[in-house]
Nanobody, 125 residues
Framework: VQLQASGGGLVQAGGSLRLSCAAS????????LGWFRQAPGKEREFVAS????????YYADSAKGRFTISRDNAENTVYLQMNGLKPEDTAVYYC???????????????????WGQGTQVTVSS
């Protein structure tokens, strides 16, 4: 299984970015997917997750109202649209996938089986 994250970059506060994560080797349309992030000196934290069908989504309080997770099962890709970015959103963003049809505790990083390499998001003030 491979997860390839892309779309990070440098943006000014208030700007937008869309992260993408392309998956291969996975039964994509049943797998829950998530985005996590890790800032320097901090632990990795949950950002957003989505079930296999895409009908249910979950967000960290810090992401609600600004970020949107979505997926394209035909393209085996999950997205994270980030609007209204703040300097505190600066981090390496990781996509993650869970094996099989299991959708409990999707906010917990230890419930994911596969991880991408991360993409850097830097928000300047």
């Amino acid at each position: 299984v491979q997860l390839q994250a892309s779309g990070g970059g440098l943006v000014q506060a208030g700007g937008s970015l869309r992260l993408s994560c392309a998956a291969s080797g996975l039964t994509f349309n049943i797998s829950a997917l998530g985005w996590f992030r890790q800032a320097p000196g901090k632990e990795r934290e949950f950002v957003a997750s989505i079930t296999g069908s895409g009908l249910s989504t979950y967000y960290a309080d810090s992401a609600k109202g600004r970020f949107t997770i979505s997926r394209d099962n035909a393209e085996n890709t999950v997205y994270l649209q980030m609007n209204g970015l703040k300097p505190e959103d600066t981090a390496v963003y990781y996509c993650a996938a869970r094996r099989g049809r299991s959708y409990s505790y999707l906010t917990h990083q230890y419930n994911y089986d596969y991880w991408g390499q991360g993409t850097q998001v830097t928000v300047s003030s």
